[in-house]
T-cell receptor
Framework: SQTIHQWPATLVQPVGSPLSLECTVE??????LYWYRQAAGRGLQLLFY??????ISSEVPQNLSASRPQDRQFILSSKKLLLSDSGFYLC?????????????FGDGTRLSIL | GQNIDQPTEMTATEGAIVQINCTYQ??????LFWYQQHAGEAPTFLSY??LDGLEEKGRFSSFLSRSKGYSYLLLKELQMKDSASYLC??????????WGAGTKLIIKP
């Protein structure tokens, strides 16, 4: 069966520091991968998605970036964090274009910027 | 623009039935999803509708009317563990999910 791993679970970072969040998927190949952010009490905001290695689509221009160095690995990065980057970050996967199924989420990373 | 509307919060009694509505206006339609999200946790998939009608899964059912741009999630025999936020999401013509802000459901004994 397919599983998704996301780490770390919580992170406290100072303003201006770099960020790297990692997500890996097991049990499937060529998944669609997604990074979302959720502010407290709010809905999900799509940040990036990827349909294949090295293919990244950005939905919201900001100081975050994403990379997909391997088929089942998705990384969210920042060179300098802002206070507004605080939130709950979720990685999700779905099967490729022929898959009409739902997105499945990792456990999330709660990021606090001080 | 694309828009999904859900009530912000609802309250119901343990053992009762509750209906959470979702209306949508999107560029194209390729299915509607309902997710459950407990506080501090990731969303988990509940149901999927792509054709009009009712889909039943145990205590949970989801209904879709494409002509009305409308769906609802019906929860029966409510339990305290059903206290959570319920997210409605529509897959648009580009096969991207458009998310509602979620409905916080509070269950009282």
């Amino acid at each position: 069966s397919q599983t998704i791993h996301q780490w770390p679970a919580t992170l406290v970072q100072p303003v201006g520091s770099p960020l790297s969040l990692e997500c890996t998927v097991e049990g499937t190949s060529n998944p669609n991968l997604y990074w979302y952010r959720q502010a407290a009490g709010r809905g999900l905001q799509l940040l990036f998605y990827s349909v294949g290695i090295g293919q990244i689509s950005s939905e919201v221009p900001q100081n975050l970036s994403a990379s997909r160095p391997q088929d089942r690995q998705f990384i969210l990065s920042s060179k300098k964090l802002l206070l507004s980057d605080s939130g709950f970050y979720l990685c999700a996967w779905r099967g490729g274009p022929a898959d009409a199924g739902p997105q499945h989420f990792g456990d999330g990373t709660r990021l606090s910027i001080l | 623009g694309q828009n999904i509307d859900q009530p912000t919060e609802m309250t119901a009694t343990e053992g009762a039935i509750v209906q959470i509505n979702c209306t949508y206006q999107t560029s194209g339609f390729n299915g509607l999803f309902w997710y459950q999200q407990h506080a501090g946790e990731a969303p988990t998939f509940l149901s999927y509708n792509v054709l009009d009608g009712l889909e039943e899964k145990g205590r949970f059912s989801s209904f879709l009317s494409r002509s009305k741009g409308y769906s609802y999630l019906l929860l029966k025999e409510l339990q305290m563990k059903d206290s959570a936020s319920y997210l409605c999401a529509v897959k648009d013509s580009n096969y991207q999910l458009i998310w509602g802000a979620g409905t916080k459901l509070i269950i009282k004994p």
